[in-house]
């Protein structure tokens, strides 16, 4: 004959979700951060090499133009007169973090012209924008 349960157990009848939620962020957490790097490097670029250049180019606002000329803006194929809208979005996305300096990243393929390098870099500082790093490839120093 089956056995009825004693008065001293209970019968577990909820799901602890502490741990699914902490899986769950980390795995947002992860892709977070992949995301970001696919889309820098999702774009077809050839960029110029330099002794100073860093690895780590991390900026809070990335352009980048590709050697057919086509701008990028956060990955996102853009024009020249999207730049002011992704400043001020990024802007207020800064405020609400508490802080108040926006950088860009500018990414030109080697082919690119300078010309058009210049538009870009000249937009970001009408809008506000002084921090502009240029996006290079760190070169070997050894001969």
Known sequence: ??????????????????????????????????????VHNSIAMNLPKAI??????????????????????????????????AVREKKEELKQKGQETLSAMVSADIKTFYGDFVKIVDKLREEGVYNV???????????
């Open 52 to 85: 100073t250049g860093e690895s780590d180019n991390l900026g809070f606002l990335n352009v980048a133009i590709s050697e057919e000329g086509t701008l990028y803006i956060n990955g996102i194929p853009s024009n020249i007169e999207d730049i002011p809208q």
């Open 133 to 143: 790093a240029l996006d290079v490839k760190p070169e070997d120093s050894t001969p």
């Open 1 to 38: 004959m089956a056995e009825s349960l004693k008065e001293d157990e209970e019968v577990i009848s909820q799901i602890n979700v502490t741990p699914l939620v902490d899986i769950v962020l980390v795995v947002l957490i992860v892709f977070i951060v992949t995301t970001s790097m696919v």
